[in-house]
DNA sequence: CTCTTTATGGATATCATGTATCCAGAATAT
DNA sequence: ATATTCTGGATACATGATATCCATAAAGAG
């Protein structure tokens, strides 16, 4: 139940590229600014084209930009393309299908936090995050 | 990001006993009937016990049986026993924590992430999931 | 007291997956 | 032609979840 250290990568990579949309930014840069290891990115960044949210130009002064607008890139599609469908919960045995399946008492209350969590998801573009940006001093209240 | 197998077994287990709550169940009994590895699910029982959720007793007839009522128990309870803390980013580095801590994008999403799912873990008790028992048909909406 | 049942504690093995590295090759600007 | 940068595949490494084993202690039944 945590965000892995991929996705905030990717996270950190978009953000950063998404400061300077236009310009194209290459591997090497993003990695060193933004302390991933470069050819780890190299990983991420592929899945972040294949799913349309960054557009890459080989060569020099090659790099990458978004292939939309902030506003239309929200954190869902960021998590969606590193992770694949958002699923909380694999209800699979072994087997197959865990066998309570039918009438489970835990299934309602995780597809009630998965539901919330994907509206924020949902909720929060690039855009957003990046207006955010250089806000401290919220607090973890557990 | 889920939900591990050993919680589900945490939470199975716990549903188990408490639709009757009175009854000693033995691990044998748990686990035949939830499909857990019995040695394993040793393991969890003592991380339950640790926190005071369930009690303990050891010899013929022994087993285990709930020490608080299922109202007061709380999904977030077994969440934090079987899991620790909860915290869905841990923003550390090798040398520990995470450089752009200061200013970044993405801390305050996952922030509202973590509490709104907190939050729908601390409003479900134990004596909700047993209620919801036997519902079905809700649908995973992605 | 003895026997059986059951939980406890620690050690260890297994497996899955997240994380990282390496490299040969293709594309492209100069 | 050359230097740059992305691409793709293979592979290594680390970590943590999952599972197993066993020797021991506690406690109830006779
Ligand atoms: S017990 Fe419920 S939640 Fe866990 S796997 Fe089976 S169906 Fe899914
Ligand atoms: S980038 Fe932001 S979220 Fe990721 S580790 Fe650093 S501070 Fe935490």
Redesign the pocket.
């Known amino acids: 139940m945590q965000v ?6 990717a996270v950190r990579s978009l953000t950063y590229i998404g400061h300077e949309p236009i310009v194209k ?6 990695s060193e600014h933004q302390h ?5 990115l ?2 991420i ?2 899945r972040l ?2 799913k349309g949210i960054v557009r ?9 930009t978004l292939r939309k607008a902030p506003g239309d890139i929200s954190l869902r599609d960021i998590y969606e393309a590193i ?1 694949g469908e958002i699923r909380i919960v694999d209800c699979m045995d072994g087997n197959g299908i865990c066998q309570l399946h039918e009438a489970c008492p835990q299934l309602p209350v995780w597809d009630r936090v998965q539901l919330s969590m994907v509206k924020i998801l949902e909720e929060t573009t690039l855009e957003q995050m990046l207006s955010d940006r250089g806000i401290r001093g919220f607090t973890r209240v557990n």
């Open positions: 892995t250290k991929t996705l905030d990568y930014h290459s591997m090497k840069e993003i991933i290891p470069l050819n780890y190299a990983k960044m592929r084209v294949k890459s130009m080989v060569g020099p002064y090659g790099g990458y992770e």
